[in-house]
């Protein structure tokens, strides 16, 4: 893999599209990238020529950010000791389940850089059949389970039935009960009311539920990963004392891409 990031010089010269997005501020070049248009046609860029993957989004969807989610499968797989315990090295972490693919580009890096096996659900129909293409236009089909979760978290979707998963991953919704989606612009897209379940007073509540019912799907070994925004550090602290009330050993990191940090928080199963 190249270095990670890509110079908005060189995403034009790859995209002239791009140029119709471009302004110049303190002499130096910049993108609109509160154009939903700007945005999607960069993350396209770091994608096929920082990550080499083909991959597309649905155009009402969010905009995934694809280096905060690099970082967030690398912290998780790269990382060996976990207070003197010692985790299962990468190499042995090959069963995995993410929940709220979208447009599948965190299964789709997992299987392609860590050569996994990986299920990963959606609720929405539109996401899943852009997420079906983008893992058959990356050969990753022989990796990659895409499944439509009508509704479900992990209980009662019958493809995960007596499964055992190594790690079970998810960047989930996180709006809390009061968020509206026709009025606010998330990540480039105006987000779809299924997009704001987190629910909770915090937005707390879809991440408790991973956590509860991922119980039953972990492996001894396994760990449960979820990234989580900076704000508001009330929902960390909830779902950080859930993973030591059920016994898992907490780790917490933070990512910064940007201006942007987000936290990853893992429960490991020792």
């Known amino acids: 893999m190249k270095s990670l990031g890509l110079k908005i010089e060189d995403a034009i010269l790859l995209n002239k599209d791009l140029k119709k997005y471009i302004f110049y501020k303190n002499g130096k070049i910049r993108l609109d990238f509160k154009n939903k248009e700007a945005l999607y046609l960069y ?4 994608l096929k020529y920082v990550f080499n993957l083909e991959m597309d989004f649905h155009r009402d969807a969010l ?3 694809p280096i905060n989610r690099y970082l967030f499968i690398k912290n998780i797989f790269e990382e060996r000791n976990i207070k003197n315990e010692v985790q299962k090295p990468h190499s042995q972490i090959k069963n995995i389940l993410e929940i709220g693919t ?6 789709i890096m997992i299987a392609k850089y860590y050569n996994c ?3 990963a659900t959606e609720v929405v129909k539109e996401y899943i059949k852009v997420a079906k293409k983008n893992v058959i236009n990356n050969n990753l ?3 990659i389970k895409i499944i439509d979760s009508k509704g479900k978290i992990i209980k009662g979707i019958p493809e995960l039935n007596n ?8 960047y989930p919704p996180f709006y809390s009960i009061n968020s509206v989606p026709s009025k606010r612009s998330f990540g480039g897209a105006y987000a779809k009311e299924v997009e ?3 629910g909770g007073n915090y937005g707390e509540n879809f991440s408790l539920k991973i956590i509860r019912e ?6 001894h070994g396994g760990i449960i990963g979820l990234m989580m925004p900076h704000k508001p550090k009330e929902r960390r602290q909830i779902l950080e004392r859930e993973i030591k009330n059920l016994g898992l050993i907490l780790k917490t990191d933070e990512i910064k891409t940007g201006k942007r940090i987000r936290h990853i928080i893992k429960g490991y199963n020792f």
Do not use: R
């Open 43 to 46: 993350n396209k860029m770091i």
């Open 63 to 65: 905009i995934p950010t």
């Open 102 to 107: 979208g447009s599948g580009i965190i299964a």
């Open 117 to 119: 096996n990986v299920y």
């Open 141 to 143: 089909e022989d990796k």
């Open 163 to 170: 499964k055992k998963f190594d790690l079970i991953i998810s």
């Open 196 to 198: 704001l379940i987190g």
């Open 214 to 219: 991922g119980m039953e799907y972990i492996s």
